[in-house]
């Protein structure tokens, strides 16, 4: 009984010390997290690791011992962090202290803000550019910001986290010195990303257009997450002690592991998806064998109000497979043509419904989304997040602020988040990555098997 109690103290004293960074109350967390370690215990010493306390390396083998069902995060590989003000010269102490929590080894980070500090960038990247890291950052604005620990809307707030695993190389591009921004993309991919490793990608909405980016016919396959930020520049690099900026800000991740992506759209179907039959540019004439017009039309008759109606498009390759919708705009009609104009070309074939954006609906295929995330997960070790969300979702679309955030803690308690809502959203898309409207992107980084 002793030697329980002792085991006991060792265990609240190790996970105690584990979680001291995230800046919370270790009573509030101590219930659900002791318990998960003195489960660990006995199968750690099946497998023959070191008694307890564990420690470094031994602390993270003993976790990956548990059932694969569970999703077990890494602890020291990353940290976030938020300030909620409108001075920039106070984010140096917070940004600061985070990279110190790490043992001064940052191999990169991202720094998202929102309100008067987004109005404030370059003031922002003047204060980082004075750190002494070896690790580039990115600051991007956007229309509100998160982290694990809370969502800041309608406030002037900075969050963001740094890690130290792996390492990161920053880019940008200019659309004033490329003739096309999806060619000027994928050069500085080839130059400074590895291949099935993941980017972060932020493009300023004022300078690059949804349509701008990728190439639906030359696929860009890295695993990207990112979205449209507030202003021009909307992003800055901070690298060397320099700072560079342009309409679209890269950072690459080299070796901090590998990166699972997925995209959850916020929408209800009004009707089956059916191919369609015939389009004329953006215009899309027939839907099977009827005109797109009045398709529309007997779907959407019974919407009330002034809710957004938009084309959701079938991302799927396997009609097996659970449906994975990507949300186009409706631009117009063309009465005489009985057409539909979407805000990007849809090829012939693709598979097409009218759907309205709804709350419901947005909070059940976000859990279905993170649900399976896990599941795919399941046996790995993630390290850290990021969030990507349409700043047409939280408030304005559930009447609360955090409904996402809630989410993403239920399904990955503990692990590092930085987020940012945006203008639109890149993730994953039928080839390649891309645009996404009205959704939400997840990207979590995991340590390697």
Not at 50 to 73: D, I, L, M, N
Not at 247 to 255: E, F, I, K, S
Not at 329 to 355: L, Y
Request: glycine content about 12%; hydrophobic content about 40%.
């Amino acid at each position: 009984m002793e030697w329980r109690r002792e085991s006991f103290r060792k265990v609240c004293s190790c996970f105690k010390a584990s979680v001291s960074w995230r800046g919370e109350s270790w009573q509030h967390e101590k219930a659900r997290g002791v318990v998960d370690l003195v489960d660990t215990r006995a199968e750690a010493r099946v497998c023959g690791q070191a008694c307890w306390p564990p420690k470094g390396e031994k602390f993270r083998k003993c976790f990956s011992q548990r059932r694969r069902s569970s999703t077990v995060v890494d602890m020291v590989a990353a940290v976030s962090f938020e300030y909620v003000g409108n001075q920039p010269r106070d984010l140096r102490a917070v940004v600061e202290k985070c990279g110190q929590d790490l043992g001064g080894q940052v191999a990169g980070g991202l720094v998202f803000v929102s309100g008067s500090m987004a109005r404030q960038i370059h003031e922002v990247a003047n204060v980082l550019r004075t750190l002494s890291w070896a690790g580039p950052l990115v600051v991007a604005g956007g229309a509100s910001v998160l982290t694990e620990r809370g969502c800041y809307e309608r406030t002037s707030a900075c969050t963001g986290m740094v890690w130290k695993v792996g390492r990161c190389s920053g880019f940008v591009v200019d659309r004033d010195r490329e003739e096309l921004i999806s060619d000027g993309l994928r050069s500085a991919a080839r130059r400074t990303a590895t291949p099935g490793n993941p980017i972060v990608l932020l493009a300023s909405r004022e300078a690059v257009g949804p349509t701008d980016l990728f190439d639906e016919k030359n696929p860009f396959d890295y695993p990207v997450v990112g979205g449209g930020t507030v202003g021009r520049p909307g992003a800055m690099l901070v690298a060397d002690g320099r700072i560079k900026t342009g309409d679209l800000v890269g950072l690459a991740l080299h070796q901090a592991g590998s990166a699972a992506v997925r995209v959850s759209s916020a929408c209800r179907l009004l009707g089956p998806l059916m191919p369609v039959t015939a389009v004329d540019g953006a215009l899309v004439l027939r839907i099977e064998t009827q005109a797109a017009l009045d398709v529309l039309r007997s779907q959407a008759a019974g919407v009330s109000g002034q809710r957004l109606v938009a084309v959701a498009v079938d991302l799927r390759g396997n009609l097996q497979e659970p449906a994975r919708l990507m949300l186009r705009g409706i631009r117009g009609i063309h009465e005489s043509r009985r057409a539909v104009m979407v805000s990007e070309e849809i090829r012939v074939g693709t598979r097409v419904a009218f759907a309205v954006i709804d709350a419901a609906s947005a909070a059940a295929d976000l859990e279905h989304t993170l649900r399976q995330m896990r599941r795919d997960l399941a046996g790995g070790m993630p390290r850290f997040g990021f969030y990507v969300d349409c700043a047409g979702r939280g408030s304005q679309l559930h009447g609360e602020e955090g409904v996402d955030l809630q989410m993403l803690r239920r399904f990955f308690p503990g692990l590092p988040i930085a987020g940012v809502a945006s203008a639109f959203e890149i993730g994953p898309g039928a080839r390649g990555a891309a645009v996404h409207l009205y959704s939400g992107v997840f990207c979590v980084v995991c340590a390697p098997s």
